[in-house]
């Protein structure tokens, strides 16, 4: 599992509040099976909100996904071709540059929406 979170912020960079989002198996308009936890807790499809912050994560197996938000008065946004991947669920060794702390970093990302 790797863990994707994003800040969703509107164009003037205000958090933006409740906002939905969705995930989808990149490539499909099926909805992607996603978690509160590392693998445990499934989150249920349109129960995963922006908080006050406009903030909010969830984890997801290895793939590809594209990440909808959606929120009153403002555009939809998708994100398409989110990759995930965490090689401790492949068995691969890791190997990166020298400066590599030892560990896959989660995914991190701002999404500004109209």
Do not use: C, H
Not at 16 to 38: E, Q, R
Not at 70 to 81: F, K, N
């Amino acid at each position: 599992m790797q863990k994707y979170q994003n800040s969703i912020q509107d164009l003037k960079g205000n958090a933006v509040a409740g906002a939905s989002i969705a995930v989808y198996i990149f490539g499909t308009a099926s909805l992607a099976t996603i978690y509160s936890d590392n693998g445990v807790t499934v989150i249920a499809p349109g129960a995963l909100l922006s908080d006050a912050e406009g903030e909010f994560a969830f984890y997801a197996a290895n793939g590809r996904y594209n990440v909808q938000v959606v929120a009153t008065g403002l555009a939809s946004q998708t994100t398409y071709d989110v990759l995930l991947f965490d090689p401790a669920d492949t068995g691969i060794s890791q190997t990166t540059d020298p400066g590599d702390t030892g560990f896959w970093p989660d995914v991190t990302a701002t999404t500004k929406i109209q």
